[in-house]
């Protein structure tokens, strides 16, 4: 009799133990996934070779900074100013590592807005115009990012430039990482303002206007290396690039420029 109670006893036992240790190994899950998500304060990245990964710490930084990151990318000033504004890319575009504390607020904003160096020159790499294609919170961001050190900020690197796949898909890689595509738009359409040139916009890179003033390879890359100045200043002016991009680069965009409608 007490044998038939005890095992009636384990019986109703039984089923509470087992789901306590579910409850307890759900628990641990959650804590361990959380752990490992959200607890990370390093970023894991592929090195330039592709023959490892190495772990990035990133220190906090405000989100005025961090847009200013990001934009400093999108727009390609790294291109010309170097990783993080360390320079070393020509020797007429100067590092900003020391600018933020060299420079005013109100001079950082002027240069972004109103470009820097020598326009008239085509072999000589020029800071243009900035203020008719970035908004004033853009400007701002950027400055308070050159102000902060150009710290390193999560996420902020270029786009890659696919290998082997052919001049016009890395071209149109190149597109974007050099900043083309946000004055000539995407697929060269074109369409931003330019509001003192002649024809108030900056001219697509497609269409049958383009195709017949730049018929030639040779046409389209000597634009890409010496840049375009319309108009009277300040005005949206396409850079020089030729101090800057490769003989390679230069014909890969010609490519990809070639592919649009």
Same mark, same amino acid.
């Given at each position: 009799?007490?044998?038939?109670?005890?095992?009636?006893?384990?019986?109703?036992?039984?089923?509470?133990?087992?789901?306590?240790? !579910?409850?307890?190994?759900?628990?641990?899950?959650?804590?361990?996934?959380?752990?490992?998500?959200?607890?990370?304060?390093?970023?894991?990245?592929?090195?330039?070779? *592709? %023959?490892?990964? !190495?772990?990035? +710490?990133?220190?906090?930084? %405000? @989100?005025?900074?961090?847009? *200013?990151?990001?934009? /400093?990318?999108? /727009?390609?000033?790294?291109?010309?100013?170097? /990783?993080?504004?360390?320079?070393?890319?020509?020797?007429?575009?100067?590092?900003?590592?020391?600018?933020?504390?060299?420079?005013?607020?109100?001079?950082?904003?002027?240069?972004?807005? #109103?470009?820097?160096?020598?326009?008239?020159?085509?072999?000589? @790499?020029?800071?243009?115009?900035?203020?008719? &294609?970035? %908004?004033?919170?853009?400007?701002? +961001?950027? !400055?308070?990012?050159?102000?902060?050190?150009?710290?390193?900020?999560?996420?902020?690197? @270029?786009?890659?430039?696919?290998?082997?796949?052919?001049?016009?898909?890395?071209?149109?890689?190149?597109?974007?990482?050099?900043?083309?595509?946000?004055? #000539?738009? @995407?697929?060269?359409?074109?369409? &931003?303002?330019?509001?003192? %040139?002649?024809?108030?916009?900056?001219?697509?890179? +497609?269409?049958?206007? /383009?195709?017949?003033?730049?018929?030639?390879?040779?046409?389209?890359?000597? !634009?890409?290396? +010496?840049?375009?100045?319309?108009?009277?200043?300040?005005?949206?002016?396409?850079?020089?690039? *030729?101090?800057?991009?490769?003989?390679?680069?230069?014909?890969?965009?010609?490519?990809?420029?070639?592919?649009?409608?």
């Amino acid at each position: 009799m007490a044998d038939d109670e005890r095992s009636r006893r384990e019986v109703r036992i039984l089923p509470a133990v087992i789901a306590a240790g !579910v409850a307890v190994a759900i628990a641990v899950g959650i804590v361990a996934y959380a752990a490992g998500h959200y607890g990370e304060r390093t970023k894991t990245l592929p090195t330039q070779a *592709g %023959s490892g990964t !190495v772990a990035v +710490s990133y220190p906090k930084v %405000s @989100p005025q900074v961090a847009a *200013g990151a990001h934009t /400093f990318v999108q /727009f390609a000033c790294v291109q010309c100013h170097g /990783f993080r504004g360390r320079g070393g890319v020509d020797p007429a575009v100067p590092a900003l590592k020391t600018a933020g504390q060299s420079l005013t607020v109100a001079q950082l904003t002027h240069i972004i807005n #109103h470009g820097l160096g020598e326009s008239a020159n085509p072999k000589q @790499p020029y800071m243009p115009v900035w203020g008719e &294609v970035l %908004s004033k919170t853009q400007v701002a +961001s950027l !400055v308070a990012y050159i102000r902060a050190g150009l710290p390193p900020v999560a996420d902020t690197q @270029p786009v890659s430039i696919p290998q082997g796949q052919g001049a016009a898909v890395a071209g149109a890689a190149l597109y974007v990482r050099y900043g083309c595509i946000n004055c #000539h738009g @995407p697929n060269g359409l074109g369409g &931003v303002p330019n509001p003192l %040139s002649e024809d108030k916009t900056i001219p697509p890179l +497609s269409g049958g206007d /383009f195709r017949g003033e730049f018929d030639t390879d040779a046409k389209i890359a000597a !634009v890409i290396r +010496s840049g375009s100045v319309l108009g009277k200043a300040p005005i949206v002016s396409m850079p020089h690039w *030729g101090g800057i991009l490769s003989d390679q680069q230069i014909a890969e965009l010609t490519a990809y420029l070639k592919t649009l409608k």
